[in-house]
Nanobody, 114 residues
């Protein structure tokens, strides 16, 4: 089993920045890819960014150039979000996937508002 815990969400003004963190624990050796998804109010969950150990990160077009995903050796994945827009308001979820299956965190709320 794998546990994922997100942190770092909050309220930020348009144009501001936030850094989200996702700490993985448990059978972390089974995780190959880690990703961020988000779900805005009244909408479905959508892909934001993905990082795999041997390939370049990938991003949704809506966040490309503003968000950066990274991963450290302690199996924590980060999402640096810059130039935030009101449309970035959503619950952000961390996802881990690999040989053991697909795992989700419980999410952290990001609100972009003046």
């Amino acid at each position: 089993q794998v546990q994922l815990v997100e942190s770092g969400g909050g309220l930020v003004q348009p144009g501001g920045s936030l850094r989200l963190s996702c700490a993985a624990s448990g059978s972390i050796f089974s995780i190959g890819t880690m990703a961020w998804y988000r779900q805005a109010p009244g909408k479905g969950r959508e892909f934001v960014a993905r990082i795999f150990s041997v390939t370049a990160p990938s991003y949704a077009d809506s966040v490309k150039g503003r968000f950066t995903i990274s991963r450290d050796t302690a199996n924590t994945v980060y999402l640096q979000m810059n130039s935030l827009k009101p449309e970035d308001t959503a619950v952000y979820y961390c996802q881990g996937s690999g040989s053991g299956g697909i795992y989700w965190g419980k999410g952290t709320l990001v609100t972009v508002s003046a």
